[in-house]
């Protein structure tokens, strides 16, 4: 009779050790799963935020060269492009949850050069051909940041900690 008892005893412990392991197992598997869909959900969303500075990197990066002989830049090549222009640039700052902090700040400055560079439809290719250099540096700026976070993009939650949230609030100057 002890030894029955014994073995029933140790069979009953086995089986709840053995449930225990396993159900921790699983809920550190479903834990890393849970985790793992939304890193993937995060990194869909930041390569279609890159997919759009990538479009208006290569709507700046593309030289036009006018009658005169001055470039600029194919986003300003036609004076009534004002709208699009703008479009373009707010496409790539719509996602700035899921840009980089650094790489924001430079379409900022690049959207806060054309807005107050420019008076709407009015001027638009004089603009880009005024700002030729201003705005290649930009882009060039713009470039190496974008390659540099193409390195790191992968690496959800370092992106998360590193991203600050900031009063990036500035009031613009007047458009005469």
């Given at each position: 009779?002890?030894?029955?008892?014994?073995?029933?005893?140790?069979?009953?412990?086995?089986?709840?050790?053995?449930?225990?392991?396993?159900?921790?197992?699983?809920?550190?598997?479903?834990?890393?799963?849970?985790?793992?869909?939304?890193?993937?959900?995060?990194l869909e969303?930041?390569?279609?935020?890159?997919?759009?500075?990538?479009?208006?990197?290569?709507?700046?990066?593309?030289?036009?060269?006018?009658?005169?002989?001055?470039?600029?830049?194919?986003?300003?090549?036609?004076?009534?492009?004002?709208?699009?222009?703008?479009?373009?640039?707010?496409?790539?700052?719509?996602?700035?949850?899921?840009?980089?902090?650094?790489?924001?700040?430079l379409l900022?400055?690049?959207?806060?050069?054309?807005?107050?560079?420019t008076k709407?439809?009015?001027?638009?290719?004089?603009?880009?051909?005024?700002?030729?250099?201003?705005?290649?540096?930009?882009?060039?700026?713009?470039?190496?940041?974008?390659?540099?976070?193409?390195?790191?993009?992968?690496?959800?939650?370092?992106?998360?900690?590193?991203?600050?949230?900031?009063?990036?609030?500035?009031?613009?100057?007047?458009?005469?």
């Amino acid at each position: 009779m002890d030894i029955l008892a014994i073995v029933l005893s140790s069979s009953v412990v086995s089986g709840v050790v053995g449930a225990a392991v396993a159900g921790w197992f699983t809920l550190r598997s479903k834990r890393d799963e849970y985790a793992n869909a939304y890193y993937k959900m995060i990194l869909e969303r930041r390569i279609a935020a890159y997919e759009q500075v990538e479009h208006l990197i290569t709507s700046i990066k593309t030289a036009v060269v006018d009658s005169d002989q001055r470039p600029y830049h194919f986003l300003f090549s036609a004076d009534d492009g004002y709208v699009d222009a703008l479009k373009q640039v707010f496409g790539a700052m719509s996602n700035a949850l899921w840009l980089s902090d650094q790489l924001y700040d430079l379409l900022r400055e690049l959207n806060i050069l054309i807005y107050s560079g420019t008076k709407g439809n009015a001027g638009l290719i004089d603009f880009g051909k005024t700002n030729y250099v201003t705005i290649a540096e930009l882009r060039t700026n713009i470039e190496r940041v974008f390659a540099r976070d193409m390195l790191v993009l992968h690496d959800v939650p370092a992106f998360l900690k590193g991203k600050k949230p900031s009063d990036s609030y500035t009031p613009l100057a007047r458009r005469g």
